[in-house]
């Protein structure tokens, strides 16, 4: 059954279909849509109304051909933790996460949605198991389905974003190798780190696109478009318009790099079974000139640009966009594991 991933963003979403075809993940149909006077963190009945609609006419425009639809929740949104408990059968799993849950929420469990799932036994103490946790405010669930629903869509699922891009850019269990995920997006970045096919430590930066753009429109005098755009054209490239662009990037990204290590040496502190060796960079700003190179010659690990294609193949129909989709691959990291979620 095709199943379409739609990555929502504040003013922009992008979007895949994805289909199983003889035991093959095949990408039928794939989109992006931008625009500035989208809101969807406003609460406001109209801007919903809008944004839904916004939904409607991408995908009439891109042609998908299913309405089985998996959203993403921003970070913002979620709780997300792992918990060791002791090894219990199922039904007494289910009674005692309720317990669990109101230790690490910081809201009333009346008021939120709350999924685990089993993720291994503890490496140090093999009388207890690691779970993940993850709740959501309901009301914020009930706003994602109504967007989806007024959209014409049927929604299959929701979950976090690190979620999703844990799913397709992390290791398995079978080839384990630990990796932290920086999907940098518009308006923060996350630091993931997976291993063994699970999300282990998430954190949130308040850096992103956003933020950069404008850092480079107050630094340099520039308008919001005009700052867009020397991002996007010259990003860390020191080489570039007398290196002022670079200067003021700089800053946030080694911010940025303080936190990816301090978030590694926390992880491997309580984890010391594990050794991190790469770094995976996903979202739109992962395609900032300079960006790579400057976070290779800075982080004393394997840096790669996400491809969330390595196990999908592209539909006769999409072949000769092979090499754009390749290029593009960070951008559609988050909405390609959505869609491998129900496929």
Same mark, same amino acid.
């Given at each position: 059954m095709p199943i379409i991933g739609l990555d929502l963003g504040r003013h922009n979403f992008r979007a895949v279909e994805l289909d199983s075809q003889k035991n093959k993940f095949v990408l039928l149909r794939y989109g992006t849509y931008e625009n500035p006077k989208l809101n969807l963190e406003s609460e406001s009945k109209d801007d919903m109304n809008i944004y839904s609609q916004a939904?409607?006419?991408?995908?009439d425009e891109t042609g998908f051909k299913t309405a089985n639809t998996v959203v993403s929740l921003p970070e913002q949104q979620v709780y997300m933790r792992i918990i060791k408990i002791p090894a219990l059968?199922?039904?007494?799993? *289910?009674?005692? &996460?309720q317990f669990e849950a109101e230790q690490y929420i910081p809201l009333p469990l009346k008021e939120v949605s709350i999924s685990y799932q089993k993720?291994?036994?503890?490496?140090?103490?093999?009388?207890?198991?690691?779970?993940?946790l993850v709740a959501a405010k309901k009301t914020t669930l009930e706003k994602y389905v109504q967007i989806l629903r007024q959209a014409k869509l049927i929604p299959k699922g929701i979950e976090p974003e690190t979620l999703a891009v844990g799913r397709i850019l992390g290791d398995t269990e079978d080839h384990p190798s630990?990796?932290? &995920?920086? +999907?940098? $997006?518009?308006?923060?970045?996350?630091?993931?780190? !997976?291993?063994r096919g699970f999300v282990?430590?998430?954190? /949130?930066?308040?850096?992103?696109?956003?933020?950069? !753009?404008?850092?480079?429109?107050?630094?340099?005098?520039?308008?919001?478009?005009?700052?867009?755009?020397? *991002?996007?054209?010259? $990003?860390?490239? /020191?080489?570039?318009v007398e290196g002022k662009i670079f200067e003021v990037i700089k800053p946030l990204f080694d911010s940025v790099i303080q936190e990816v290590k301090r978030s590694k040496m926390f992880f491997t502190?309580? +984890? @010391?079974?594990? !050794?991190?060796?790469?770094?995976?960079?996903? $979202? $739109?700003?992962?395609?900032? @000139?300079?960006?790579?190179?400057?976070?290779? +010659?800075?982080?004393?690990?394997?840096v790669e640009l996400a491809n969330p294609w390595k196990n999908i193949e592209f539909s006769d129909r999409l072949a000769s966009k092979k090499d754009s989709l390749l290029q593009e691959g960070p951008l559609f990291a988050t909405s390609a594991g959505l869609a491998l979620k129900e496929v």
């Open positions: 939904i409607r006419d991408f995908f059968s199922d039904k007494d799993l *289910k009674n005692s &996460i993720i291994d036994v503890d490496a140090f103490d093999k009388n207890k198991i690691n779970v993940q630990a990796s932290i &995920i920086l +999907n940098i $997006g518009f308006s923060q970045t996350l630091i993931c780190i !997976t291993y282990r430590f998430t954190r /949130s930066i308040s850096i992103g696109g956003d933020t950069i !753009t404008r850092a480079i429109s107050q630094s340099l005098g520039f308008d919001y478009s005009q700052s867009e755009e020397y *991002k996007k054209t010259y $990003g860390l490239d /020191s080489s570039q502190t309580h +984890n @010391p079974n594990i !050794t991190i060796n790469r770094v995976i960079l996903s $979202g $739109g700003t992962a395609l900032m @000139p300079g960006l790579f190179i400057y976070m290779a +010659n800075n982080l004393d690990l394997e």
